[in-house]
């Protein structure tokens, strides 16, 4: 497609249960990147993949988030036994090769936790 | 993370007028700096990016300085727009080690633009 794509776009799950949220990017870019905005907040740092490189994941904030990336294309968060604080916007973005460049967001999944 | 709370900076402006949004930067490391926009349900979208080697960029309508000495960042919008309201949020990438566009954003500033 023309540009990163998140699905789904909203998801209300209740607290305890497990949720995935899926990224596709742009054809062709090398680095993807998972954020998380908080109401009213900026955008908070998850996890980042590099080609075949081990991703960071310096910026998961426990151990129920995870993150995969299939074919170095298509990328899966998964959040275990959600909890309310877990309640964002989740966004992905991709850039060509992830060297100090811009990042391209899609429209992010919105999360609620009830 | 970079947020600071629920109550995010607002500038309110009149259609026509020129628009100034600041941002402070906290590494002196950081050699690599963007301007987003976010509308309301979108995701940020770029508007202009500049690197430590320079000290201002020039786009459409818009234009990013940069003072590496009291590390700052702003982004000035000519002729602002109704369409321009939304909020602005600035990024830093950390240069250091594996040197990646893991971008640090700041809290944001939310654009109003009356018509």
């Known amino acids: 497609g023309a540009g990163v794509s998140q699905s789904p776009s909203n998801k209300v799950t209740e607290k305890g249960k497990d949720v995935e949220l899926r990224c596709d990017p742009i054809s062709g870019h090398t680095a993807l990147y998972w954020y998380r905005q908080s109401l009213g907040q900026g955008l908070e740092f998850l996890i980042y993949f590099q080609g075949n490189s081990a991703p960071d994941k310096s910026g998961l904030p426990s151990d129920r988030f995870s993150a995969e990336r299939t074919g170095g294309s298509v990328s899966t968060l998964t959040i275990q036994r959600t909890q309310q604080e877990d309640s964002a916007v989740y966004l992905c973005?991709?850039?060509?090769?992830?060297?100090?460049?811009?990042?391209?967001f899609g429209s992010g999944t919105q999360l609620s936790v009830l | 993370g970079e947020s600071v709370g629920l109550h995010l900076p607002t500038l309110s402006v009149q259609e026509g007028d020129n628009s100034i949004i600041n941002c402070a930067y906290s590494?002196?490391?950081?050699?690599?700096f963007i301007w987003y926009k976010q509308e309301s349900g979108k995701g940020p979208q770029f508007i202009i990016d500049?690197?430590?080697?320079?000290d201002k960029r020039q786009g459409q309508r818009v234009t990013v300085l940069l003072n590496k000495t009291v590390k700052h960042l702003s982004l000035q919008i000519a002729a602002t727009q109704p369409g321009d309201s939304a909020v602005y949020f600035c990024a830093e990438n950390i240069a250091g080690g594996t040197s990646y566009g893991k971008l640090t954003f700041g809290q944001g500033t939310i654009l109003t633009v009356h018509p």
């Open positions: 500049i690197r430590s080697n320079m």
């Open positions: 973005a991709s850039s060509p090769q992830g060297l100090g460049e811009k990042l391209f």
């Open positions: 590494n002196s490391a950081s050699d690599y």
